[in-house]
């Protein structure tokens, strides 16, 4: 009887401890399959295997931080620097890794879906004109550091990759507005559906702010009127291949609140095409 009760008692022992490691172990191996990352290898690994440390900004915190512009995301981020200017080229945000800001950072990398929007003209990204709604963004990928062996001299800070949503393949129609003081309101919408040879995504926004007055208390010529729209399209070629198109651009007025005006600059467009091929369950081949 005494042989029955030291089993029991050693038999519950253990399953008290692997009960709580077990529910551990289940919370890990789900962390690990919805934190996948691709910008640290350009490769789609988990989180904890990719060579460096990168910070990823999800959807719903996005979604959940209420903020009206781009690079507010990435505010009080650990080793980000970002403050609000104004500047003639339109760049409203000076966006840096670890203590270096300037008007247009050249040695950080930003990418759009894996594609560069470095401005060769200025150096850097326009923040404010980049073709990207917030509604498309799946999440942002951020490495802090030099990168500079898998992305060029452009990387020396640290790269930063804004990685947009794919049509979710259902029928669904969305739309926002948002009013602000400043002569702020913003409107966006999309558009997706489905068929059973891919499926697509159409978005669409529209801002509009007023000039910041200049010292003397009079109108400044800063004011912005922005019109975005981007498309994603996605074709099955077979069970293992598909195609993929992305599409858009973005284009504003400076200084005048005028949508009709002829001094309208179209500051950005891309065109991109992505073909994927599965080979095996875990390989991949992208072009």
């Known amino acids: 009887m005494r042989a029955f009760r030291r089993s029991l008692a050693v038999l519950l022992a253990v399953s008290q401890v692997s009960?709580?490691?077990a529910a551990a172990d289940d919370a890990f191996e789900l962390f690990e399959e919805e934190s996948?990352?691709?910008t640290a290898s350009r490769r789609s690994e988990a989180v904890r295997e990719a060579p460096v440390a990168v910070e990823v900004i999800t959807a719903e915190e996005i979604r959940r931080s209420g903020a009206?512009?781009?690079?507010?995301?990435?505010r009080f981020r650990a080793g980000m620097n970002v403050v609000d200017g104004r500047s003639g080229e339109g760049n409203r945000a000076l966006v840096s890794i670890r203590g270096f800001p300037a008007e247009f950072v050249d040695n950080m990398l930003v990418l759009l879906d894996g594609r560069s929007v470095y401005t060769g003209l200025s150096g850097g990204a326009v923040w404010e004109a980049l073709p990207v709604q917030a509604q498309d963004i799946e999440r942002i990928e951020i490495i802090r550091g030099p990168n500079a062996a898998l992305y060029g001299s452009n990387a020396g800070?640290?790269?930063?990759?804004?990685?947009t949503r794919a049509p979710s393949?259902?029928?669904?129609?969305?739309s926002e507005a948002l009013i602000g003081n400043e002569g702020l309101h913003r409107e966006q919408g999309s558009f997706e559906d489905a068929r059973k040879a891919g499926a697509y995504l159409l978005s669409i926004a529209h801002k509009t702010q007023g000039a910041y007055p200049t010292t003397a208390g009079a109108a400044g010529?800063?004011?912005?009127?922005?019109n975005k729209g981007n498309f994603r399209g996605l074709w099955n070629i077979s069970e293992r291949s598909t195609l993929e198109l992305f599409t858009g651009g973005a284009w504003d007025n400076l200084g005048v609140i005028d949508s009709d005006n002829p001094s309208a600059r179209f500051r950005h467009h891309f065109e991109m095409l992505k073909?994927?091929?599965?080979?095996?369950?875990?390989?991949?081949?992208?072009?």
Request: charged letters at 15%.
């Open 19 to 21: 009960g709580p490691a």
């Open 36 to 38: 996948r990352v691709v």
């Open 68 to 74: 009206v512009n781009l690079w507010d995301y990435m």
């Open 157 to 163: 800070l640290g790269v930063i990759n804004i990685i």
């Open 169 to 174: 393949g259902r029928r669904s129609v969305a």
């Open 221 to 226: 010529s800063d004011a912005l009127h922005s």
């Open 275 to 287: 073909h994927s091929y599965d080979p095996g369950p875990d390989s991949s081949i992208q072009t």
